[in-house]
């Protein structure tokens, strides 16, 4: 079952986290060997609170991977619904955020 936390849907365990718990826990956006190149921002938008979300679902197994992936997605999309005020953004950042979706689903472990 999930919780909204801000404009995004999160499982109660992440809710309860410390941040410095979260930080330790997460990696940010991208692999840990890679997240250096890949980018936190969609066009100006900060998306590290939904890549975090997305690893602590993960690493504590709070649901499978494909349906963190959809989670993931599905917080993406809130995040840019709620964050941009231009019509013709938003379609980039829904676009990027598929894109996104589409890379971890083929290539996140």
Not at 51 to 59: L, Q
């Amino acid at each position: 079952m999930r919780v909204l936390y801000g404009n995004m849907w999160v499982d109660p365990v992440f809710k309860m986290m410390s941040y410095p718990k979260i930080l330790d826990l997460s990696n940010g956006c991208g692999r840990s060997d890679i997240t250096r190149i890949t980018p936190d921002h969609f066009y100006g938008l900060r998306i590290t609170r939904c890549c975090n979300v997305h690893d602590i679902d993960i690493k504590l197994e709070l649901c499978n991977k494909h349906r963190a992936n959809k989670w993931f997605l599905v917080n993406l999309s809130r995040r840019v619904k709620a964050k941009t005020k231009y019509k013709w953004l938003t379609r980039l950042r829904l676009r990027r955020a598929k894109i996104y979706f589409m890379a971890v689903e083929k290539f996140g472990r």
